[in-house]
């Protein structure tokens, strides 16, 4: 019984020194893991956010892309009888500007109508910086066409800048010019541009989308 008595005296505890740096070596091992896993959650929740993002612009572009396309000359006696013309919406609140405009013989499905969808709509771009890319649009059979406001479809919260591309064909050496603002003639009047470009901003990630537009030959569009 002695020799069992002296064995247990013999060993000593830890001490309240060991004891501390056991739990913050346990408490540091433990907040690296929680910091690991939560930034490997960050970085794929991010992966898939940029995922949705690219495929949000491939979408929009693709959706105005055929809008051009679809669009026609024939489907009013407008003077703006071009597949893509600059039009001026009366009773909005623009104060007189002219949007880069289309029309469709057909709705498309991405527009909410109040009631049955109507042919011969006019739709039109309304860039606001803080807000993103609109569709305005509006159907030239309504009663109220000339004097209601259109109504306002947001495209996209992520389009920061458009972009307009022009090029002289019949000049020496053509170059593409991009500008901010579309081009003005004497006039006044805004010039078309041979294309478009949006750009799409999202948590510092940027993509630009270039759209060609056609022209007035039925559609067809320049490359």
């Not at 709509?121 to 259109?150: A, I, Q, Y």
């Not at 053509?174 to 081009?183: A, C, D, G, K, L």
Request: net charge negative; glycine share 8%; proline share 7%.
């Amino acid at each position: 019984m002695g020799g069992v008595r002296r064995d247990l005296e013999g060993k000593s505890g830890f001490t309240l020194l060991e004891v501390l740096l056991a739990v913050a070596l346990g408490a540091a091992i433990v907040v690296v893991a929680t910091s690991f896993i939560f930034s490997m959650g960050e970085l794929w929740g991010v992966g898939i956010n940029e995922r949705l993002f690219k495929k949000h612009t491939r979408g929009v572009s693709r959706f105005l892309e055929q809008s051009f396309q679809y669009a026609g000359s024939s489907y009013s006696d407008a003077p703006e009888s071009r597949p893509v013309f600059w039009f001026d919406w009366e009773g909005d609140a623009s104060k007189g500007d002219r949007f880069l405009s289309f029309e469709l013989e057909k709705g498309p499905g991405a527009l909410v109508w109040p009631s049955d969808p109507l042919p011969h709509v006019v739709c039109s771009l309304d860039f606001d910086p803080d807000e993103g890319l609109f569709l305005l649009w509006r159907s030239r059979l309504e009663e109220d066409f000339d004097k209601d406001p259109p109504r306002r479809t947001l495209i996209s919260p992520f389009v920061t800048e458009i972009l307009y591309h022009y090029i002289d064909y019949e000049a020496e050496n053509p170059q593409w010019e991009i500008t901010r603002e579309p081009n003005r003639e004497a006039d006044r009047s805004y010039t078309d541009p041979q294309r478009i470009e949006l750009v799409f901003n999202y948590k510092g990630v940027n993509i630009a989308r270039q759209l060609t537009l056609p022209d007035g030959l039925g559609g067809v569009p320049l490359f």
